[in-house]
């Protein structure tokens, strides 16, 4: 199948590893040139020219911090007329919300929900104008199966869903698309992340909690990237102009609801 998106611009943030990067590779796949973002200047520049080498398209890597003004001028400076963009950001690690201060919750608000609602606003119109545009938030599953230790992210990113939900209606006539990847367990380097945050309070060793977490999912295992970012580019792609507003769980089955 033609996705329908050789030559297209997307701009991705949270890309240079993990799902951000698998969204990425995935788009490029497809025949879009890639702009992606993110903080670490090694990890992110492997990437583009892994990139580069594998597709032939535009990669142009963006050393930046979106949750950061100077960071999403940035990246809109690289790439000023995205047919596509892709939000991804990582969440923080588990904890205790008795724990948690003021400054905690807005920091989470700054990363999971604020910083792409102001992507989107700085993109949205221009879509509109070219009649064309997919827009994918990363969320996390979370925001369906909300757990207690994953609080700020619950919070942050259900406000992201709710926004993406109104915005998502007012465009779809220009055939501008916004939806949202819920992820459950993935192989990547944000769900060691989380797993060594839960070591504490768990009381178990590393090994044996990514075993447990395996075997409780329904499909026995950890998701690949690689499957999360052919959903995204699925998305983006022409074939999808009429699926918008949407919350899309990604989990192997996971999920216990039938709705």
């Not at 329908?4 to 240079?16: D, F, T, V, Y």
């Not at 259900?158 to 007012?170: I, K, N, P, W």
Request: proline share 5%; hydrophobic share 40%.
């Amino acid at each position: 199948m033609d996705f329908g998106i050789r030559g297209r611009r997307a701009l991705l943030s949270g890309a240079s590893r993990g799902l951000g990067r698998a969204c990425a590779a995935a788009l490029a796949a497809e025949g879009a040139d890639v702009t992606i973002v993110a903080r670490t200047k090694d990890v992110l520049e492997r990437t583009a020219d892994e990139l580069r080498t594998a597709y032939p398209v535009k990669v142009t890597p963006v050393m930046g911090d979106i949750t950061m003004p100077e960071g999403r001028k940035a990246a809109i400076a690289a790439c000023p007329e995205p047919d596509i963009l892709i939000n991804n950001a990582d969440g923080p690690l588990p904890g205790d919300f008795r724990h948690w201060t003021r400054d905690d919750w807005i920091a989470a608000l700054d990363t999971m929900m604020l910083s792409h609602i102001d992507m989107m606003r700085l993109v949205v119109d221009g879509m509109m104008q070219r009649r064309f545009g997919r827009i994918v938030n990363i969320v996390s599953r979370s925001v369906k199966t909300p757990q207690l230790e994953l609080g700020l992210s619950n919070g942050a990113r259900s406000g992201l869903v709710g926004f993406a939900g109104g915005l998502a209606r007012q465009t779809v006539a220009h055939n501008v698309t916004v939806n949202n990847l819920l992820p459950g367990i993935f192989n990547s380097d944000a769900q060691r992340r989380h797993v060594e945050g839960m070591l504490e309070m768990t009381g178990k060793p590393f090994d044996q909690l990514w075993r447990e977490r395996a075997e409780g999912s329904a499909a026995k295992r950890y998701g690949q990237p690689r499957e999360l970012g052919a959903y995204c580019a699925f998305l983006c792609s022409t074939h999808a102009g009429y699926i918008t507003g949407q919350n899309l769980v990604i989990d192997g089955g996971s999920y216990p609801g039938a709705f």
